[in-house]
């Protein structure tokens, strides 16, 4: 249930600031782009995001980030970004700063720098586990559910676009517990698009008519759910979720993060409360976002900033001089 502290505003002049980091972030990583290097390239992404919030005039939160302090050495759980000046707004940050560690390392399209940026409280705190996930523009809205099977959803979906199903565009991730999925899908008549890692990339385009991405289903990372959540909030479509746990330990690590009831459908208030902000900075191309390029001198970014509370959609690209931050062998 929402209260009136949901509906403040987020401060508008801090989507920019938010966007310089998701920039640095993949400007970092870029250098490696198809060098098989993939723990290296995230390495880069994470020390560049990190330096990069010290600039940002907010008091941050990471409440998902690169996992527990004691797995990581910054942008952990817990930890506080940017300045300490208690007269700076506080909000909570989700963060991924090299979504897709594979597809950069490997030259493949999709890989992103990306984060969610809410009022404190307002992001769920996911543990890293699975999530069963769907996600669609806003013509989704009330009509796709995980409550319905995956060849009602794309009827209803397609009927919902004045689409035929065989017009429908599916994306999965490419992994054997979705055979049965995939065979479900396609028998419904949709063309299923398979990739091979980074589902936050589909999901978010599912709000962007031009991507031609009508749907993305399947089971797939926690945290990434919520930062595709935050994105479809603001660009008016649907996301749910559905924790999958692997053992006990992780529903109990669930219980004590604050999930009281931690089977049960998760519905966008409840992964994402209130307004927010969604950033993405392209490190390969994908269906969202070119990827980092070189003109003569110059290396060019393209990002996209999403503001929830007045749906504003904004797209920059940047070119810069500065020399890339050095890579560590």
């Keep these: 249930m929402m209260n009136e502290d949901d509906l403040k505003p987020m401060d508008r002049k801090l989507l920019l600031e938010y966007v310089r980091v998701t920039e640095a972030a993949a400007i970092a990583c870029s250098r490696l782009i198809g060098s098989g290097r993939k723990e290296d390239a995230d390495s880069l992404a994470v020390e560049a995001m990190r330096r990069a919030f010290d600039k ?7 409440v998902i980030g690169e996992g527990e302090r004691d797995e990581a ?17 506080e909000v909570d940050i989700a963060v991924d700063p090299l979504e897709g560690t594979n597809l950069c390392a490997h030259g493949k399209p999709g890989a992103l720098a990306v984060m969610a940026i809410a009022h404190r409280g307002r992001l769920l705190n996911a543990p890293d586990t699975y999530m069963e996930k769907i996600a669609a523009g806003p013509e989704g809205v009330g009509v796709v559910s995980l409550e319905k099977s995956p060849a009602q959803n794309v009827r209803d979906l397609a009927e919902a676009k004045n689409k035929q199903p065989d017009e429908m565009v599916v994306v999965v991730l490419e992994r054997p517990r979705h055979d049965q999925l995939v ?14 890692d980074g589902d936050v990339n589909p999901s978010v385009a ?59 459908l998760l519905r966008h208030e409840d992964l994402v409360r209130g307004n927010c902000f969604f950033v993405a900075s392209g490190v390969t191309d994908g269906p969202m ?21 007045t749906g504003t959609i904004r797209r920059f690209e940047t070119a810069t001089m500065l020399e890339h931050l050095p890579v560590h062998d």
């Design 183 to 196: 065979n479900d899908l396609r028998a419904a008549g949709a063309s299923v698009r398979l990739i091979s």
């Design 289 to 309: 976002l070119p990827g980092i390029h070189r003109r003569g001198k110059w290396t060019v970014v393209s990002s996209l900033a999403l503001r929830s509370d």
């Design 56 to 62: 940002v005039p907010a008091r941050g939160t990471v």
């Design 206 to 264: 599912t709000g962007l008519p031009e991507s031609g991405i009508d749907m993305f289903i399947g089971k797939g990372g926690a945290p990434e759910g919520v930062l595709a959540a935050a994105a479809l909030r603001c660009l008016g479509g649907v996301f749910e979720g559905r924790l999958a746990f692997r053992n006990e330990l992780e529903r109990t690590r669930a219980i004590a993060m604050g999930m009281q009831e931690p089977d049960r």
């Design 73 to 89: 050495p910054m942008l952990y759980i817990g930890e506080k970004v940017g300045p300490k000046d208690p007269n700076l707004p």
